[in-house]
């Protein structure tokens, strides 16, 4: 299975999730460098323009060239200024058929059901276009929003990696979620 030549955007009922493309730079420059996303995913933002271009290409735009992922930047319908980002990345193919998901969403939308009403769609997108079996999610533990949205959406908590993850000079547990095949044909089921 390999992406499709097109983008693929995605419709919901408040948002429009479409390409990142190179215009989105600054975007990408100041919304990778909020504090607020800093401290959550405990990466760096770019130093300069020259490495977020860097970071661009190789976390946003190559992957979906290459088929390793795909990363949506999301907007409210109405309006083409990203609000933030959500998508796969570390994309295994045959036989395993398994990605990890990561997202950010600009903290003046938190607290509104946002990123609940993009990852839906993502994640339903992943097992049905994208022939998934298995969506993994890592974050920290002291990110209780993150661990707390996680859970919302229906991914199973399967452990802590302890002392994972190496921010700001010292070392940090992650907790380790996954959503398989079956718990997302359930989950759908349920909901009618
Ligand atoms: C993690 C993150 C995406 C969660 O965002 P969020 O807005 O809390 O998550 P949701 O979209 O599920 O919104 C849920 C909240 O909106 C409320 N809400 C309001 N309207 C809603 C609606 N129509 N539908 C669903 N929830 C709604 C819910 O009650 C809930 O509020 P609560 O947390 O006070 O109980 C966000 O905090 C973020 O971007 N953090 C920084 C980056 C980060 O941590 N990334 C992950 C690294 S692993």
Redo the contacts with the bound molecule.
């Keep these: 299975m390999k992406n499709p030549d097109v983008f693929p955007t995605i419709t919901t009922e408040r948002l429009i999730l479409r390409e990142i493309t190179e215009a989105d730079l600054e975007w990408y420059m100041r919304h990778f460098s909020l504090p607020?996303?800093v401290d959550?995913?405990g990466f760096p933002g770019p130093k300069d323009m020259a490495v977020a271009r860097e970071e661009l290409e190789s976390y946003i735009l190559k992957p979906f060239r290459e088929s390793t992922g795909i990363r949506w930047g999301i907007t409210l319908k109405g309006s083409d200024e990203l609000i933030?980002s959500c998508g796969f990345y570390k994309w295994e193919h045959e036989p395993h058929r398994r990605i990890e998901v990561?997202?950010?969403?600009h903290?003046v939308?938190?607290?509104?059901?946002?990123?609940?009403?993009a990852m839906k769609a993502v994640i339903d997108y992943g097992f049905v276009n994208m022939g998934l079996n298995r969506i993994s999610?890592?974050?920290?533990s002291f990110?209780k929003?993150?661990t707390?949205?996680a859970r919302?959406m229906g991914f199973v908590r399967e452990g802590v990696l302890r002392e994972n993850a190496f921010f700001r000079g010292r070392f940090y547990d992650d907790e380790y979620f996954a959503m398989v095949r079956s718990d997302w044909e359930s989950l759908r089921n349920s909901e009618g």
């Design positions: 607020e996303i959550s995913t933030g990561g997202y950010d969403l903290p939308h938190w607290g509104k059901g946002i990123m609940k009403e999610l890592m974050a920290f990110n929003r993150s707390a949205f919302r």
